[in-house]
């Protein structure tokens, strides 16, 4: 690995830009997503940026159940992202439907069935802390070593 | 103005505010110990009651599971909504989450469960299908066969004389085994689970 590709690597791992769609869920788990930006948890400190435009972005926060409206828009926001890029869920949802996968209802989790996840943080809502600790995993765990991976 | 320069170089670049300034970070991520998360085993033996199965709302949270010799509830995250309720509601304290069980043994309360039995004499054609269906009938009166007719006054219900009746309902443990083996859907099992509060001494509140 030579020198350029090393500082590639540590400046993709210390400037992460995130988007996040909400796929159908009941808000409580954006709501823990903002709370990650406010100051009691400060996710800029880490470099962890949120932009919310999937051009722009490293990491795709996906939030909810999946209802139909998402079918193939989902895809359409994760292929717009460059690469390197890693999908995470949040929340019980995106995993398995959690309230809202019920008889008759049209939601389709799991959400790893129609994006590749690289990571799922499971609770409902999950706390601020462990959605910031699945984005420094998959911070050092895909972006970190991004060069030797994908020479 | 070169003397200014080394003013405001003088003034604002020192060790520490430079080494704050790049290396100062909040609070580590930490989650703190009173956070109520998925509930945890406490050691204690579990009896295979299954109220943290029928307290739990959320669909495919937990389950009992052979764990070695007994059994251990089994939490399924991604569908546990940490709420805590199986924690509660366990009566022989087999799981932890949080300060959940401090708060309940300061604050004497505690969750109970109950079950009552309803048979709808006009479905029911006293087939005896749910008296030999019941495992506490089982364990009571192990002759017990086919047609549900029992000499024995520890079972929970028995046919007599071609009907159901209900002796022991108390005994219920609400498993709903009945439920299933009825051929009619006549009988039906409900699960009432109560909170309780000891009552605060005098002086104590
Ligand atoms: S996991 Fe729970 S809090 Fe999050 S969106 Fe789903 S229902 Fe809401
Ligand atoms: S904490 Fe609540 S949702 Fe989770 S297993 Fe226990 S009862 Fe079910
Ligand atoms: S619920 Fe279970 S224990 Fe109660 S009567 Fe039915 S089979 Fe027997
Ligand atoms: S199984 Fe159903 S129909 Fe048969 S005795 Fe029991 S309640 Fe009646």
Known sequence: MNILQRIKNTVRSRSIH???????SCNGCD???????APRYDIEQYGIYVHNNPREADVLLVIGAYTPGWEEKLAMVWEKIPAPKAAITIGNCPISGCLFDRKGSFVDPPVKKHIPIAAEVPGCPPRPTEILQAIMSVRDSVFANWEEEHP | MSSSLVWYIREF??????KKFLFAKTAPLVTPTHFRGFPEPTGKTCTHALFCMMACPAPGAIEVVHAGDGWMPKIHKG????CGLCVEVCPNGVLKSGRIRETMGREGTSLLFSFRIAIDKDLC???G???????VNKQADAQMGAGGHSSNDDVIMRVQEGDIVVIHEDKCTGCKTC?????????R?????EGYQQPVQEGLQ
């Open chain 1, 18 to 24: 995130v988007a996040y769609v909400d796929v159908g």
């Open chain 2, 13 to 18: 670049a020192r060790a520490e505010w430079i």
């Open chain 2, 125 to 127: 054609t006293g087939c």
């Open chain 2, 129 to 135: 299908n749910c008296c030999t269906a019941c495992p």
């Open chain 2, 79 to 82: 569908h546990c909504i940490r």
């Open chain 1, 31 to 37: 709501i823990e997503v903002l709370a990650c930006l």
């Open chain 2, 189 to 193: 099992i409900a699960r009432i689970l």
């Open chain 2, 179 to 187: 439920e299933v083996s009825c051929p009619n859907g006549a009988i």
